[in-house]
């Protein structure tokens, strides 16, 4: 399978020139022959919004017509994509719509799942949306199934092994690290990938958002850590990677046979972890 990783600039509250900017990008990975296409946190309406009232303004529900559009796209060119975008529902025990960072997985047929971002950082407009309220899932991408994440999730080792337990071949994330986040970019897909041996999508943004330079480096990792294809900047950009599912799901890894043997999974002691559970003061 050929995986295909987005990095791009986006338009802060300009729907329409970032959906053109999606189009396009589709168009060029699908010529070369990516299966599944990874895009950046908030990919259609930008992050660096002042104010929940500016943010709920660019803000769309998945009956957009957006989302239409994409998938009649994507229904050509025969390939699955995930992007980041600011989703507005109404709620029938709400008088005022909820606002969520949300990350959706759209394919030939529509649009497969969707999960909304439950690690907030103080920055940007996770300062103001509300936290998901979907459990983390596995959805299904032709042969590959996939989990999908948002930015600060990564720094948080339990969902992404969440994902992994349930069958994730690979963990898209579409994030916005900014300058400051650099470290992270280089760190966390590799140890990501291998703790859980699976593939890893880090499609990161670039470009600046009132003040916010963000750092690019995005990266396509394999299981044990390997980075298949990286950019060491923020230039923009489409990494590409050829994978085979097949390494992912098998979590036995043998070095020396009979004399180095672990699996990521079997060798794991559950009746241990109980205090993963615990609330601490």
């Known amino acids: 399978m050929l995986l295909a990783c987005v990095q791009t600039d986006i338009r802060l509250g300009d729907v329409s020139t970032n959906l053109q900017t999606v189009l396009a990008s589709i168009d060029s990975a699908a010529e070369n022959g990516a299966e599944l296409i990874v895009f950046p946190e908030c990919m259609l309406t930008g992050y660096a919004f002042d104010t929940r009232e500016e943010a709920m303004a660019h803000a769309r529900s998945l009956e957009d017509p957006v989302f239409s559009e994409l998938k009649d796209h994507l229904a050509l060119k025969k390939c699955f994509v995930t992007l980041g975008f600011l989703e507005r529902e109404h709620s029938s025990d709400s008088a005022s719509p909820r606002l969520f960072n949300a990350s959706v997985l759209i394919g030939p047929d529509g649009i497969v799942g969707h999960y909304r971002k439950v690690h907030l950082p103080h920055l940007g407009v996770d300062r103001f949306v509300d936290r998901g309220d979907k459990p983390y899932a596995v959805l299904p991408a032709g042969d590959a199934k996939v989990g999908l994440a948002i930015c600060y999730d990564c720094s948080f080792p339990e969902p992404m092994r969440v ?109 241990f972890y109980g205090g993963l559970d615990q609330e601490r003061s």
């Open 163 to 271: 994902l992994a337990l349930e069958g994730a071949d690979i963990i898209a994330l579409g994030t916005n690290w900014p300058i400051a986040a650099a470290r992270t970019a280089e760190i966390v897909p590799s140890a990501r990938s291998m703790e859980n041996h699976l593939f890893f999508v880090a499609a990161n943004r670039v470009g600046t958002e009132r003040g916010f330079r963000f750092c690019g480096r995005s990266s396509i990792c394999g299981p044990d850590g390997v980075v298949l294809a990286q950019t060491n900047g923020d230039e923009e950009t489409i990494l590409y990677a050829e994978v085979d599912l097949a390494q992912a799901r098998n979590k036995r890894i043998e070095r020396t046979p009979g004399a180095h043997v672990i699996d990521r999974f079997a060798d794991r002691c559950p009746s």
